[in-house]
């Protein structure tokens, strides 16, 4: 269908390079735009049930980072792959920090890398001289409008799940396909245009990239005043998957052996009979 819209070139799948330009200006547009519809109430809800060693992936120029509970927030680690909007996010910490220390408060333990979530994640930096159960892993990952920036994202997904606890939380904000065709043709329709500016495909199926994740799905809600298009998402690493996995191995395992044995038993009969 025709778009006077739609740019005259090809859009590339992955287009977050547009982050590092427009990360100076991206508070004052899509930042101010998303508070305008409420998002911001929604950020603040997921990022308070963060607690322990968090790693919020994705974080963009920080507009999380005002709205964690450092009574609970042992340590925050904050990843995004584009050092511009990581920049941002940076100053933002100082001045958080600065207000700490002027009111007599220990600032809390917040470390900043660039680096891409699709690459190995290492484990929490504070925790490093801590006695753990799980060493080298989170227990609350988070993520905001993250999966609409990546060419990969149930790759994304998996990374998420690969550093998180057994009993850890995955809470992810994200945006999406809504509950209506209409709706849905015309975020397709205006996709490429907002990819080519922003660097975020605004139209994936959010609910089929997370089925395909191979995460356990403990929670998803949309509410209804977005039409469905924003996805409060709570996932697990899936151990009972994993469980499962080993059970099926631990019950084929003897199966096999007699299957195997069967066999071998009957090639050896046939030798003699041939
Ligand atoms: C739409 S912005 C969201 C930023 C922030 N979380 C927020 O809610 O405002 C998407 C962010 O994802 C980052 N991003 C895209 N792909 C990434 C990847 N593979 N690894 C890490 N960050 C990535 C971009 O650099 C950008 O800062």
Redesign the pocket.
């Known amino acids: 269908m025709f778009n006077p819209q739609t740019p005259s070139h090809p859009v590339p799948e992955?287009a977050?390079d547009r982050?590092?330009s427009t990360?100076k200006t991206?508070d004052e547009t899509?930042?101010a735009s998303?508070k305008s519809i409420g998002?911001d109430r929604l950020?603040r809800k997921l990022v308070g049930q963060a607690e322990g060693h968090v790693l919020?992936?994705?974080?963009?120029?920080?507009?999380?980072l005002a709205h964690y509970n450092f009574k609970k927030v042992r340590s925050l680690t904050l990843?995004?792959?584009?050092a511009p909007?990581?920049e941002i996010a940076r100053q933002k910490w100082y001045e958080i920090k600065e207000r700490d220390l002027l009111a007599g408060r220990k600032p809390a333990n917040v470390e900043f890398r660039v680096?891409?979530?699709?690459?190995p994640i290492e484990g929490p930096k504070y925790a490093k001289d801590e006695k753990v159960d799980e060493p080298g892993k989170f227990d609350t990952v988070v993520?905001?409008?993250?999966l609409?920036?990546?060419?990969?994202p149930e790759r994304?997904l998996q990374r998420l799940g690969e550093v998180v606890k057994r009993d850890g939380r995955i809470l992810l904000?994200e945006h999406g396909h809504g509950f209506f065709g209409w709706l849905n043709l015309s975020l397709d329709l205006n996709a490429p245009m907002r990819a080519d500016k922003?660097?975020?495909w605004w139209n994936k199926d959010i609910g089929a990239l997370v089925r395909n994740s191979g995460l356990e799905i403990v929670k998803i809600s949309r509410p209804w005043y977005h039409l469905g298009t924003t996805w409060w998402i709570e996932l697990r690493k899936g151990h009972d998957a994993e469980q499962e996995h080993k059970i099926q191995q631990e019950v084929e395992s003897p199966i096999k052996q007699h299957v195997m044995a069967q066999q071998q038993e009957a090639v050896q009969k046939r030798g003699w009979l041939w």
């Open positions: 992955d977050s982050y590092d990360a991206y899509v930042g998303e998002v950020r919020e992936v994705s974080a963009g120029t920080g507009p999380s990843l995004d792959q584009s909007m990581l680096q891409s979530a699709l690459d993520q905001a409008h993250g609409c920036s990546t060419a990969q994304l904000l922003y660097g975020c």
